[in-house]
Structures are given as C-alpha cells and as structure tokens.
C-alpha cells in the first residue's frame, strides 16, 4: 500500500525534507486533499476573499485547490512551489483555465512587488516548514516567509493558512504575526478523510499600523467568533476540538474499548460526558446504536458510573454500540426533550460509520432524579452536596463533590420513619467494599468476630468520609474504641450533621488531620497504643498514574511500613485499592506484600474495588470461609456487623492470598 503521509518513524522533520515531497506527489497523481478541498474550506474563503481579489497560493504542491476556486468565480490566482514537475503537472491541468498562472517560487523570496495581493493561502506550507521541537534554521525559514507574505500583501489583505494547527505553530504564528495582523481562528468544517486530526483555518488581516489586536476563535467556520485573552486559552480552545476530532475518529470504527469526551457549553463550561461502548468485535459488526442519557443523581450508580457497568447496561439494552452520557451537576437542563435536542447534531456523528443517523435514544425519564438535602463548599474538596435517590425501591443518601462527581463519597440507605418520614439506616452499610473490610475481623488470628460483645479492639479508620464505617463499628460493638482521621473539617462537620455520625459517643476519636502524619505518630506510639485493626478508606480523585484509592502517597515505602508498625503483632491491615489499571494493581499488591506475611485480595463481582486484607504473621492454618462462616453462625451474636460479614463469606467462593514476594 502507498504511503501517504510520513510515517512516525520518520518522524516530523521528513515534512520538511523536499525529497519527501518530491516522492510523494511523484507516487500520488491525482490531487491530494487530506487538508480539504474547496468544498470543505468553501464557508471560510467566501466570508474572506471577493472574486476580484488578486490572490497568491504559496506551495501549491498538486492540490486542486486553485482549480476549484477558480471554477467558484475567483479567477485571478497565481500559485508557486518549489517543485518544477509539480508545477509542470499543474499547468498541464489546467490549460483550460487562462486566469491561473503557476510558476516555480520560493515563498521566502517572492519576485513579486510589494502590496500587489489582497490574499495569499497557504494550505499546509506552514506546517511542512516548521515540525515540532524546530531548530533555529526552521524558524528563520518561517520568519523569512511570514515578512515576505507581510511585504506583498496589500492593506487589510488576509493571509489564510489552512493548517493542523499544533502548539508550536500556533504559538511562533501569534509571536510573529500578532503585532502586524489582526489574527483568527477557525475550525474547518469536518469532513471525511483518512485522517484523524481536524484542520483549522488561520486568518490573518494586516494591519495599516501596528498595534496588538485581541485573538479570536470559532468552533467552525460559520460560527460566531469569541475573543480570548491569551495564546496559551486559544491553543486550549484548539486542543479540545484537536481532541474531539480523534474522539469522531474513533467513532467511525468498532471501539476496542471504551472511550470518552466531554462537551462544553458556548462559555467552555463542560455539559455532557459522554461514554462509547461497543459489543465485542468477535460477535460480528455494528448493526444498532442507541444513546443512554443519565439523569442527574444516577451518575454514580455502579452501572453508569464504572466502565464494566456501562458494559452490562448496554448489553441490558440490546444496543450494539450505547452511547452513555452523564449531565454536570453546576450545569441546567430544563427537560429532556431539550437535552436531546442540544445533543441531535453529535449523537449522529457518534453512529458506526454504517449506521449513520439511525439510533434512539433511552433514559429515566427525567433529567434530574435528585432531592437535594444540603449543599456547601470546602476549601480542601470544593462544592459538595448531599443529596437523596430512588435506585432500585429504596432511597439512597450520597455525599458527592463535584471535582469527582462520578465518585460517590459516602452512600447510606434511608428507611421510613413516623409521619411518613426516613431516617439514616444502620442496619447495614450500602456500600459492599466497607463490608469486604469487615473480613479483616475474620482473618484477625484471635477471631473477634466471634465475641463483639466483649472484644476488647483498638481501631483506626483513616478517611471518614461520611463516618458510616465508623457508625456501624461503634454501634455494632461494645468494647471496640476507634479513632478515625479525616483532612478536610467540612467533611466530619458534614458527617455529624447528615450522616448521624456517633460523635458523642466516648469511645470514638474523631481527629482533624493529615492520615500521613497520623500514621507517623502511630508507629512510634508504645505498644499499649498501637492497633489491632487499621482501615484504609482514603478516597482521591484519579491521577496520573491511574489510582484513585488510596492517594498514591499512601503505597510508598515509608508509609507502609509505618502502617505495618501502627500494628500490633497480631493485627490486620484493611486496605481499600481502587485503579483501573491492572498494571497499577499489581505493582501496589506487591509493594504491600513486601511488609506482611500473609495478603488477602478480596473482591466483590459488583466494583472495581479490591480489598487488601494483611497479615504481619502469617496464619497458624490455612483460612476456610466456609468454616469461618459456620463458627459465626453457630457461635456469634446476630448483629447487623455479623450479618454483613456472614453475606460476603456466602458470597465470595474464594479468596486470593498475595505472597510477599508479589502478586500471583
């Protein structure tokens, strides 16, 4: 197959290497386009070029470009390369057409008198002469080119540039030109090609008298232009349509895996996220299409909020590619009908290039299932709020910020209460992660599971969250003491007055603080005060290694062996891991394997959490849930503690042990 484009091996100088192009167009006969031809640049050019304009295309290379604005009324176009059998197949063309003139010419050093055009295009010359990371030689090239364009362009003339429009383009254009021109942006019309990145065009007016004018940008060509305040807000204005495009690219085939992009409003405020999953390609093509949009409140569920979810509800709506899309919760949406009609132009594009314009879409309903209950903001997490949800026939309470608001932060059941009222529910714990860290009262090798009434533990809780792990432990026990750690005052402030966290209570330490500096001081702390359980339920918001729980701080050397020192010898390490990278995954579980003797992997088939239970000596036996499970019954007081327990060990048929060597 004939190689269009240089290949990234070659890397970007091959743009820049006139034998590259010389190649090129010798193996390429018919003109090459993947910069748009005419009618795809059309809206841009007739906004900024009249039929009498005298007009200048530099480095034409065998576009037929010139040919189609001449057949569109604009006959007077003189078009230069550096190439002399390009040119020579150019004039061969286009004989026919005796108002265009084409000629060998440098566009550093035009033979033409100053002022003598009103537009001069440049369709792609710009990005072959200047490559990313570009020496002094490319710049001093582009330079010399811009001053020549400057010199023959006649008074409010405008340089057009037709580029991909990448950072260091961007950025030596407005260095350059800025203080001479009067400098805009437009994004070309889309358009199919075997390219994935959107063009833009570059409009350059020149001024009568220097001065610096305002930059401008335009989603499209025919849209209303924007004023931004710098070059750094225009390239990332540029990046989130530079983004898009490779999203549109991808949604032209069948998607391996999940992808996603945000959309935003006409003041750059996201609105809608939107997930594409596609069936397997194994079980044949994309024959149906449907989009799923999620009401308020509801974004968090476990079947929108995660990627293995939004796979069982596409499936669930026998849809061959579902598009999912989540609402923002600072955003406004009076109906879904209006929704729906603001998201019409892009769920067409989202279709699999067979099935373009056939999809239906699916929902709840209504657009906003939340009863708002409390709202605020923290100067550690941002805006919060706590909010109520029907899920399933039963009322959830969630704590969500909006800086992760796919993230529920705490989730507890309500239950009906006198006057048609509810109250917090503690009768279990909604999340099933926070009773997979109740094993941990299992695996302890003096079971005291089995005796909660009188167990005489010591625990800590680091991130409280809404408190509701610490509520169910303090109310589920009668001997147990608990210190939980929590950063942000807001949130334990949060926790006391919607979420009936026992604050009161004498055996619960509540301690506004770094974990980190928690943990330090509970290593070195006397043996008297040291832990028979420590839970880790930290909860942050995704970075860029891919980890969202616990903050990767808290998986370094130095801080897990001061978690293995907060322990006494027998005590258990309880530690919630949340990554969707298995890569991530691994590397963590072997980093805390190194300091224990036994780790647990404990899984439920319903999240993407894993729980790490950790032993600093390992267990005298082998553990048997199925015996463990039979001695709760037979042997433990019915409490809703032992009921959430004795639901994980029925359901969990296995359970992983990590060697301290790694993983297995």
């Known amino acids: ?7 990234k091996l070659e890397g970007a100088s091959a743009f820049t290497d006139p034998t590259y192009w010389k190649n090129f167009f010798a193996q390429r006969k018919s003109p090459f386009e993947w910069y748009g031809d005419y009618q795809v640049l059309s809206t841009v050019f007739d906004k900024y070029i009249r039929p009498s304009d005298q007009i200048l295309q530099i480095g034409c290379g065998n576009s037929a470009l010139a040919s189609q604005l001449y057949d569109n009324g604009y006959q007077h176009i003189h078009s230069i390369d550096t190439d002399s059998r390009v040119i020579r197949d150019q004039k061969l063309r286009n004989r026919v057409r005796s108002g265009l003139v084409f000629e060998e010419g440098d566009a550093t050093a035009l033979k033409h008198a100053d002022e003598s055009f009103n537009v001069v295009v440049d369709k792609g010359t710009l990005d072959a002469l200047l490559p990313p990371d570009p020496s002094d030689v490319n710049k001093s090239v582009v330079s010399r080119m811009f001053s020549e364009v400057a010199r023959v362009l006649a008074a409010n003339g405008r340089y057009i540039i037709i580029t991909l429009a990448q950072e260091h383009i961007i950025n030596f254009w407005v260095e350059q030109l800025r203080s001479r021109f009067f400098l805009r942006v437009h994004k070309g019309t889309d358009h199919d090609t075997e ?13 009568r008298h220097p001065m610096e004018m305002p930059l401008e940008f335009s989603k499209s060509s025919d849209a209303k232009m924007d004023r931004v305040p710098s070059v750094g807000k225009l390239y990332e204005l540029i990046r989130a349509q530079q983004e898009f495009g490779q999203f549109m690219f991808h949604c032209h085939q069948q998607l391996p895996e999940e992808v996603s992009v945000i959309l935003h409003d006409n003041e750059n405020n996201p609105k809608y996220k939107v997930f594409l999953v596609d069936k397997d390609a194994k079980e044949g093509p994309l024959e149906s299409y449907a989009i799923f949009i999620v009401p308020l409140g509801r974004d968090c569920d476990w079947i929108f909020g995660t990627e293995r979810g939004r796979r069982v509800l596409r499936m669930q709506c026998k849809a061959d590619r579902l598009a999912v899309v989540h609402l923002y919760r600072h955003m406004e949406y009076p109906c879904m009908e209006t929704v729906k009609q603001e998201l019409n132009h892009y769920a067409t594009t989202w279709a699999p290039g067979n099935l373009t314009g056939e999809f239906q879409y ?39 910020f909006s800086s992760s608001q796919n993230l529920i932060q705490t989730e507890a059941k309500m239950k009906p209460a006198k006057k ?28 005291p599971i089995l005796r ?56 619960l330490e509540v301690r506004v603080m770094d974990a980190l ?62 990554t969707r990278d298995e890569a991530i995954s691994h590397d963590i579980k072997a980093r805390v394997a190194h300091y224990y003797s036994d780790v647990f992997r404990v ?62």
Not at 611 to 637: G, W
Request: hydrophobic content about 45%; glycine content about 4%; aromatic content about 4%.
């Open 1 to 7: 197959m004939t190689r269009l484009l240089p290949s």
């Open 195 to 207: 390219f994935r990145m959107p063009v833009f065009v570059l409009v350059a007016t020149k001024l």
């Open 362 to 400: 699916l929902s709840m309903g209504a657009t906003d299932v939340r009863k708002s209950v409390a709202s605020g903001k923290s100067e550690i997490n941002g805006e919060w709020s706590v909010e109520e949800v029907d899920v399933n026939d039963e009322v959830l309470r969630r704590l969500v």
């Open 420 to 447: 048609g009222k509810r109250v917090m529910s503690f009768d279990e714990l909604a999340a099933e992660y926070q009773e997979l860290m109740l094993l941990s009262l299992c695996f302890h090798p003096e079971k």
């Open 452 to 507: 909660l009434d009188i167990a005489e533990l010591k625990v800590a809780i680091l991130g409280l969250g809404g408190g509701l792990l610490t509520t169910f432990l303090i109310q589920n026990t009668k001997q147990l003491s608990c210190v939980s750690i929590e950063l942000d005052p807001v949130v334990v402030k949060i926790a006391k007055e919607h979420f009936g966290l026992p604050h009161k209570d004498p055996r």
């Open 517 to 578: 500096d928690y943990l330090h001081e509970a290593a070195v702390a006397d043996e008297a005060n040291k832990l028979d359980i420590l839970f880790v339920d930290l909860a942050g918001a995704m970075d860029d290694s891919g980890l969202s729980c616990p903050p990767i701080a808290f998986v370094e050397d130095d801080v897990l062996l001061n978690m293995r020192n907060c322990l006494k010898p027998n005590g258990v390490l309880a530690l919630n891991l949340v």
């Open 603 to 664: 899984t439920s088939t319903d999240d993407i959490n894993e729980v790490l239970i950790c032993l600093p000596n390992t267990l005298p036996t082998r553990f048997d849930h199925e015996q463990m499970a039979a001695e709760i019954k037979d042997s433990a007081p019915s409490t809703p503690l032992t009921k959430a327990v004795l639901s994980q060990l029925t359901h969990l048929n296995k359970y992983i042990s990590i060697s301290p060597e790694g993983p297995n």
